[in-house]
């Protein structure tokens, strides 16, 4: 499965199904008492989360995790649609278990792709590396590299974080 984005409005309508899973979420962590060991024993272990996009059920934790692999995706969207227009649009697939080669594609062949991440910082895990050597040998016209993260609060390009062609983008929500 894939999202397609064609425009900062199929973006925004992605984004509003990102906040609803996280309220329905919210509201269930706010309805919790007891013990704090057996708490932190549902949100590690029990289907008490929602899938950000689709209408069912995770782990607490999974439900972060995807929401903010989805919301980085979106983000590079956002920032693509304005960087390329001419390519049709975007088609989504971040995670680990993706319907496509590559987080984000463009519709036009060939023309764009995307790894995307969210993390504490770009260069955690060695996520920045990775992505940047995958994304190196890719045929794609235009290549990226976009992150998330607590210590880039703004879209911005990070020219000093590229290399090999690849361009690397912060993004925000």
Avoid: C
Wanted: proline letters at 5%.
């Amino acid at each position: 499965m894939y999202l397609k984005v064609q425009s900062v409005e199929d973006v925004d309508r992605y984004m509003d199904r990102l906040r609803a899973s996280a309220r329905r979420a919210q509201e269930w962590l706010a309805a919790q008492s007891g013990d704090p060991l057996d708490l932190l024993s549902k949100i590690k272990f029990d289907t008490v989360g929602y899938h950000p996009i689709e209408d069912r059920s995770l782990n607490f934790i999974e439900q972060i995790n995807q929401t903010w692999t989805f919301a980085v995706a979106l983000a590079a969207a956002r920032q693509l649609l304005v960087l390329h227009p001419e390519v049709g649009g975007f088609r989504l697939a971040p995670g680990a278990h993706a319907s496509i080669p590559l987080d984000v594609m463009s519709e036009a062949e060939g023309e764009v792709g995307a790894e995307t991440f969210a993390a504490v910082s770009p260069r955690n895990n060695g996520k920045l590396v990775a992505d940047l050597a995958k994304m190196a040998q890719r045929p794609e016209k235009h290549r990226y590299v976009f992150f998330m993260s607590p210590r880039h609060l703004k879209a911005e390009r990070l020219p000093q974080l590229e290399r090999d062609g690849v361009q690397v983008w912060s993004v925000a929500i």
